[in-house]
């Protein structure tokens, strides 16, 4: 059975900084992503990445608007473990995030994701 298992949220300050890790405990998926999800909103695509297996080499890499430039997706296959970098977070930022897990290629839509993970909360404070 597939477990993806999400790590790293916390409290921290405006402009400061988290890493999530979301690590998936069998299989290995081409794409990989991060969603979030704040109270009384529905779930928001965060940012996704592609991996192509052919020639081990990051395909694609997708960000919703209202992160790009301030959060990083990554991923070490070796470890089957996806990575969010966030830089200069904002108040907005707050919410559960979830990893999640689909074969195929990367999607911004939240119920193309077969897998996911429990969720992590992160809190940033003004």
């Known amino acids: 059975q597939v477990q993806l298992v999400e790590s790293g949220g916390g409290l921290v300050q405006a402009e400061g900084s988290l890493r999530l890790s979301c690590a998936a405990s069998v299989g290995t998926f081409s794409a990989m992503g991060w969603f979030r999800q704040a109270p009384g909103k529905e779930r928001e695509f965060v940012a996704a990445?592609?991996?192509?297996?052919?020639?081990?080499?990051?395909?694609?890499?997708d960000y919703a608007d209202s992160v790009k430039g301030r959060f990083t997706i990554s991923r070490d296959n070796a470890k089957n473990t996806v990575y969010l970098q966030m830089n200069s977070l904002k108040p907005e930022d707050t919410a559960v995030y979830y990893c999640?897990?689909?074969?195929?290629?990367?999607?911004?839509?939240?119920?193309?994701?077969?897998?996911w993970g429990q969720g992590t909360q992160v809190t940033v404070s003004s």
């Open positions: 990445i592609n991996w192509n297996w052919s020639n081990s080499r990051t395909y694609y890499a």
């Open positions: 999640a897990a689909r074969p195929g290629s990367t999607s911004r839509a939240w119920n193309e994701y077969a897998y």
